[in-house]
Each structure stands twice: as C-alpha cells, then as structure tokens.
C-alpha cells in the first residue's frame, strides 16, 4: 500500500485513540464543578472528596499493569476491555442513587480510564512510523491538557442545563464510536512480549494507598481519630507500604525498582511531584465549591472561573520549556515555580464571599503560573539523571507519585475541609442560611492554607535538586499532557526513541540534513539529500504523491534537477536511482547512523545497551524527515 494510501487509515486509528484519550482525561476533572449539585441530590458532603479520590486512585494503581497487559496479550484487546470497562463504570455513575455507589462506580471506571491513557499511547507504535510518533505524542499531550481545562466547563453546562448525571452518559456514544472505529481500523500486530507482571506490588501498593486515604476521610468525622478502626487502617496502610517495599525487592520487573531510590534526583523530583499533585488536585477540586456555595455562581460559570488556573498553568509550562531548550538549564524553574504556586495558594485563603471575579481571577493565574514552571521539569530531570536502563520506570515513577499526590491531596484535603465545617457550622444552619457561608468559607480557607504549607515544603525540597547538562535525547520540550501529570507507563527504548524523532523534528530538520551530507561527504543540498533518501525506500512514493504533502513544485524539480546533475537519477525523467545513486544514499544512510549515534553518545556505552543499536538501524532507514523548506 502506498503512504499516500496508508495515511487516511492511520488518520482514523490515531482519531479514534484521541478520542479515548479525551474520554479518560476528561473525567479526571469534569465532575469538579457538578460535586455542589451532586451533594445537593445525594448527600454525603463528608464523602465528597471520594468521588474525586476513587476515580484518580484507581487510575493510579492500574496504570503500571496495562502496559505489561498489552505487551502479554495486545494492545487492541487490552484497550478495548479497559474501554469497555470504563462505559460500564460511566453507566453505573449515571445511575447511582447514594454518594457509596457512585464512589464505588467511580472506582471501577478509573480502573479502566487507567487503562485508556496508557494503553492508547502505547498503540501509536504499533500504528505511525517512528518518525512520526513524537508528532502524535504531542498531540496526544495536547488532547490531555485540553481536556483537563475544558473539563470543568463542560461538567458544569451539563449539571446547569440538563443534570449532574449526563456527566457521565456522554462517554456512552463516544466511547461506542472509539470501539468501533479501533475494532475495525487498529491493527493487531501479533507479537507477544513475554513480561513479569507485578501482580503483588500492584495490590499492596492500592491496598496501603486506600487504607491511608480511607483514615485520612474518616478520621475525625465517622470516626474518632483514636477509635480502634481509625488506628487498625493506619496500621494496615503502613504495614501494606512496608510489605510493598519487601516486595518490590524480589519482583522480576518491579513498578518502583529498589533502585531508584538510591538516585537522590529521584527521589527529590518524585517528592516534589507528589506534594505539586496534592496542591493542584486539591485546588481544582474545591475552587469550584467556593464559587458556588460562597459566592452563589452557577456550576458553568464556576467552571468558567477555573480557566486562569489552567490558562496560567500551560502558560508557563509551554514558555519554561522553551526557556529550558535553548538554554540547557533548569534547576532554577521548579525554586520558582513552588514559590509563585505557594504564593498563589496562600492568596486563595484570602477568598470570601466579598471577593471580586478579577481579584480572585489574578490570585487563580499565579497559582496556575507557578505550577506550569515545576511539574514537566520534574520528569525532565529524573530522566536527566538515571541511566538507561532505568528511564523508562523512572519516567513512568515520577508520574505515578504525581497521581499519588493528587490522590492523597483531594483526600486529605477533603478531610481537614469536612472536619472545620463540622465544628464552625452552627447548630441547624443549612445550605444558603446567613451562618452556612461564614462557616463554609473558613473551612475553605484553612483548606488553602494548609496546601500553602505542603507547596512551602515543596519549595524546600526543590533546592536539593542537582542540575546536570542535559542529554540530547531528554525531551526539554513537554506537552501538555505532561505538564498535567497524565498517567505514562513506558520504557527506555521507547523514551529514548521518542527523544530521537522529537531531535530531528520539524524546527532541526535542516540543521540535521546538513550533517548528515557533510559526514558524508556527499556534495547536495539538504533538500535534494531529502529527496534521495526517500526516493531510495523499498516503496517510494510517486512524484504527485510528495507534492501532496506540500512540497513546492520549483523545489522539487529544482532537487531533481541536482540528483540528475549528480548522476544519482535516470536522465530519461524518471525517479528511479542509478547505482550512483544508490552509492550516494547507502553513504547517507550510513551517515544518518552515525549522527542518531551520536545523539545517544551521552549515555552508557553501546555494549551495556544492546538495543539501542537495533534502534538506530531501523531510524536512520526509516526516519522520514520533515520537508525541508530549503
């Protein structure tokens, strides 16, 4: 099939892995601003926080097993169960008729929006050209971080205009469509990669992270924090942690290796990230409360207010980033990021029912500002730290303590917000009397303040990063998706493959086709180097075939006319290369190899890194270029 063929299908695949993409990111924030009006209906104001927490948990816990699920059993099957999963859980959302089911039905979608996220972006290899998937993995990122900010609006036009519960039926007819189109238009590849899944470290893990938050929610509210069932769950969550540590010890392929944490990056980075997720879960979860209950907006205006958190946080985390390409450094961003995000959380424990839309618009954009700066620098320098053969469970580790963060965060959060409003309620107020609004806003405020001291804490820590120069290969550049902490299961070769394609992207194609004709010693021009490379592939596509893709038709015949000049084609007019021609190419080839090789120079030595060789033969035969615009 000729690319030009090939293209629409892969168009459909990646439109439809969008679609689950946004299906699961979205319902990480999209019941933020119906939880007032769901609380109205169902009660449980105590229990609030788990209809956030249960659904980011089980996210959380589950990420690490469906990579491995879909390397033992495929990709398209794994996905298409975890979306299966996550329909049923949207439906039984919808239904629910008490805060228990719907905590519980929110658990058992996380259990398969985990699935969504991870085994969606894995499926872009199986599907684009290695030259192509750092493309779509921004885009994916890109899918995210809307997501995550159109989240809030969109829950909030449903819960004004219809009900709280199309929240979740609007994933029915989605999510049928994205079944649909994977089932027809995603390959299955057939291979099977034989892996140790951690099937004890996952549930000693989701066992001592559930008994944690459970004590955290019901301390001090169902139960007394000195109550034998208060002081059994502390026990049980630590004894669990303690156990996963034995056990991560003697696992074949461990979530978290042992490892890791003998590399002080890591462990600083992986801290920060989770006190940064507890700070911005937190805050997305109970901005919303504020709007509504103290300052009496509607649940899409509310959503609405949201927008400079969200606005300011891909501001910032779009400008470090470009700030950190061309500068190489970064140590300085995550310092001042956790102390404009504590400046920006402190000034919301200021917000009471008197506070004007401007006002706290401006104390949401510095906090939103001041979270860009740290969160994707984070990963960035734990894969700047470790050696190779642990970056892809580091890069994988430093978002699994984000999501623990923002698990912990709107749980512990949530208690210390239920128990002040416990004890400031006077007796009898309710919703909407003159007592229920002092009480709710004081109890919102230490809320604040208490995630200002965890971000202060933060910004301690951040100091003890160390910076090092920067691997080529270390993306300096994150998406969205990674700025907003999206789930990532991974591994190094597919890190280090990403970091390859992103190096010889659009904005360095020039620069890099230039080396690779000079490390040649070939006499052409990047673009006509360009043409020869991909007239020479086992199935090269026709001349109409590249001027479709927006090659200007002067250029194009200017290139030819140098390949013919050189000898490298037929003077009868056509595209076929002469053995001069295919001199010149394998010589460029050749010279692709060594420029990729040298891009990976910065890590260990080939010989400890096997697989790095088959990588970079298979990039420098297949790595299609962006067109050359010279």
């Given at each position: 099939?000729?690319?030009?063929?090939?293209r629409?299908?892969?168009?459909?695949?990646?439109?439809?892995?969008?679609?689950?993409?946004?299906?699961?990111?979205?319902?990480?924030?999209?019941?933020?601003?119906?939880?007032?009006?769901?609380?109205?209906?169902?009660?449980?104001?105590?229990?609030?926080?788990?209809?956030?927490?249960?659904?980011?948990?089980a996210?959380?816990?589950?990420?690490?097993?469906?990579?491995?699920?879909?390397?033992?059993?495929?990709?398209?099957?794994?996905?298409?169960?975890?979306?299966?999963?996550?329909?049923?859980?949207?439906?039984?959302?919808?239904?629910?008729q008490?805060?228990?089911?719907?905590?519980?039905?929110?658990?058992?979608?996380?259990?398969?929006g985990?699935?969504?996220?991870?085994?969606?972006?894995?499926?872009?290899?199986?599907?684009?050209?290695?030259a192509?998937?750092?493309?779509?993995?921004?885009?994916?990122?890109?899918?995210?971080?809307?997501s995550?900010?159109?989240?809030?609006?969109i829950?909030?036009?449903?819960?004004?205009?219809?009900?709280?519960?199309?929240?979740?039926?609007?994933?029915?007819?989605?999510?049928?469509?994205?079944?649909?189109?994977?089932?027809?238009?995603?390959?299955?590849?057939?291979e099977?990669?034989?892996?140790?899944?951690?099937?004890?470290?996952?549930?000693?893990?989701?066992?001592?992270?559930?008994?944690i938050?459970?004590?955290?929610?019901?301390?001090?509210?169902?139960?007394?924090?000195?109550?034998?069932?208060?002081?059994?769950?502390?026990?049980?969550?630590?004894?669990?942690?303690?156990?996963?540590?034995?056990?991560?010890?003697?696992?074949?392929?461990?979530?978290?290796?042992?490892a890791?944490?003998?590399?002080?990056?890591?462990?600083?980075?992986?801290?920060?990230g989770?006190?940064?997720?507890?700070?911005?879960?937190?805050?997305?979860?109970?901005?919303?409360?504020?709007?509504?209950?103290?300052?009496?907006?509607?649940?899409?205006?509310s959503?609405l207010?949201?927008l400079?958190?969200?606005?300011?946080?891909?501001?910032?985390?779009?400008?470090?980033?470009?700030?950190?390409?061309?500068?190489?450094?970064?140590?300085?961003?995550?310092?001042?990021?956790?102390?404009?995000?504590?400046?920006?959380?402190?000034?919301?424990?200021?917000?009471?029912?008197?506070?004007?839309?401007?006002?706290?618009?401006?104390?949401?954009?510095?906090?939103?500002?001041?979270?860009?700066?740290?969160?994707?620098?984070?990963?960035?320098?734990?894969?700047?730290?470790?050696?190779?053969?642990?970056?892809g469970?580091?890069?994988?580790g430093?978002?699994?303590?984000?999501?623990?963060?923002g698990?912990?965060?709107?749980?512990?959060?949530?208690?210390i917000?239920?128990?002040?409003?416990?004890?400031?309620?006077?007796?009898?107020?309710?919703?909407?009397?003159?007592?229920?609004?002092?009480?709710?806003?004081?109890?919102?405020?230490?809320?604040?303040?208490?995630a200002?001291g965890?971000l202060?804490?933060?910004?301690?820590?951040?100091?003890?990063?160390?910076?090092?120069?920067?691997?080529?290969?270390?993306?300096t550049?994150?998406?969205?998706?990674?700025?907003?902490?999206?789930?990532?299961?991974t591994?190094?070769?597919?890190?280090v493959?990403?970091?390859?394609?992103?190096?010889?992207?659009?904005?360095?194609?020039?620069?890099?086709?230039?080396?690779t004709?000079?490390?040649?010693?070939?006499?052409?021009?990047?673009?006509?180097?360009?043409?020869?490379?991909?007239?020479g592939?086992?199935?090269?596509?026709?001349?109409?075939?590249?001027?479709?893709?927006?090659v200007p038709?002067?250029?194009?015949?200017?290139?030819?006319?140098?390949?013919?000049?050189?000898?490298?084609?037929?003077?009868?007019?056509?595209?076929?290369?002469?053995?001069?021609?295919?001199?010149?190419?394998?010589?460029?080839?050749?010279?692709?190899?060594?420029?990729?090789?040298?891009l990976?120079?910065?890590?260990?030595p080939?010989?400890?890194?096997?697989?790095?060789?088959?990588?970079?033969?298979r990039?420098?035969?297949?790595?299609?270029?962006?067109?050359?615009?010279?």
């Amino acid at each position: 099939m000729s690319p030009t063929a090939e293209r629409p299908r892969v168009g459909v695949v990646m439109a439809g892995l969008m679609l689950v993409m946004l299906l699961a990111s979205l319902d990480q924030t999209i019941v933020s601003t119906a939880l007032p009006t769901i609380v109205e209906e169902l009660g449980g104001l105590e229990h609030l926080s788990w209809v956030v927490t249960s659904y980011l948990l089980a996210v959380t816990v589950v990420t690490p097993l469906y990579g491995k699920l879909g390397d033992l059993f495929g990709r398209k099957l794994v996905l298409q169960a975890a979306l299966v999963l996550f329909l049923v859980g949207s439906v039984l959302c919808g239904l629910a008729q008490g805060m228990t089911e719907l905590i519980a039905f929110r658990a058992i979608q996380g259990l398969g929006g985990g699935g969504l996220m991870v085994s969606a972006q894995a499926a872009i290899g199986d599907v684009v050209a290695p030259a192509q998937r750092g493309k779509y993995s921004g885009l994916f990122g890109a899918v995210f971080g809307v997501s995550s900010v159109a989240g809030p609006l969109i829950g909030g036009f449903f819960t004004t205009h219809i009900s709280w519960r199309f929240i979740f039926y609007v994933n029915l007819p989605l999510g049928v469509l994205a079944l649909a189109v994977l089932a027809v238009t995603l390959p299955d590849p057939g291979e099977r990669v034989k892996r140790a899944i951690d099937w004890a470290g996952t549930l000693t893990l989701a066992l001592g992270l559930s008994a944690i938050i459970l004590m955290t929610t019901l301390g001090g509210t169902s139960y007394d924090w000195g109550s034998p069932v208060i002081v059994g769950m502390g026990v049980f969550g630590v004894a669990s942690l303690v156990a996963f540590a034995f056990v991560e010890r003697r696992a074949a392929e461990p979530i978290l290796p042992p490892a890791l944490f003998g590399n002080r990056v890591f462990v600083v980075c992986s801290a920060v990230g989770l006190i940064v997720g507890f700070g911005l879960f937190g805050a997305l979860t109970y901005l919303p409360l504020f709007q509504q209950v103290v300052r009496g907006l509607s649940p899409t205006a509310s959503g609405l207010q949201l927008l400079p958190v969200m606005g300011g946080l891909l501001v910032s985390s779009i400008a470090s980033g470009q700030i950190i390409t061309r500068t190489g450094r970064y140590k300085a961003f995550p310092i001042a990021g956790t102390a404009v995000a504590a400046l920006g959380m402190y000034l919301l424990s200021s917000l009471d029912e008197n506070t004007s839309s401007g006002v706290a618009a401006l104390h949401m954009l510095v906090l939103g500002l001041g979270l860009g700066m740290v969160m994707q620098v984070l990963v960035l320098a734990t894969q700047n730290a470790v050696p190779y053969q642990l970056l892809g469970v580091a890069t994988s580790g430093a978002t699994l303590f984000r999501s623990i963060g923002g698990s912990l965060g709107t749980a512990v959060l949530g208690a210390i917000f239920t128990n002040k409003l416990t004890s400031e309620l006077p007796s009898g107020a309710a919703p909407g009397t003159p007592g229920y609004v002092p009480a709710f806003t004081d109890a919102l405020d230490l809320v604040f303040l208490v995630a200002t001291g965890v971000l202060v804490l933060a910004f301690l820590l951040t100091w003890m990063i160390r910076e090092q120069p920067l691997r080529q290969t270390v993306e300096t550049s994150a998406g969205l998706g990674e700025s907003l902490g999206a789930p990532v299961d991974t591994d190094s070769l597919r890190e280090v493959t990403r970091g390859l394609t992103r190096l010889v992207g659009r904005e360095r194609t020039l620069v890099f086709l230039a080396d690779t004709t000079r490390r040649a010693g070939v006499d052409l021009e990047p673009g006509p180097a360009w043409l020869l490379l991909v007239l020479g592939r086992p199935e090269p596509p026709s001349l109409d075939e590249i001027r479709a893709r927006g090659v200007p038709p002067e250029r194009l015949d200017a290139a030819l006319a140098a390949l013919r000049e050189q000898g490298a084609l037929a003077q009868d007019g056509g595209t076929e290369l002469t053995d001069t021609g295919c001199t010149l190419r394998e010589r460029l080839v050749a010279a692709r190899t060594d420029g990729l090789r040298t891009l990976v120079a910065d890590w260990e030595p080939d010989e400890q890194n096997p697989e790095l060789d088959p990588l970079i033969a298979r990039l420098a035969q297949e790595l299609e270029q962006p067109t050359p615009t010279a």
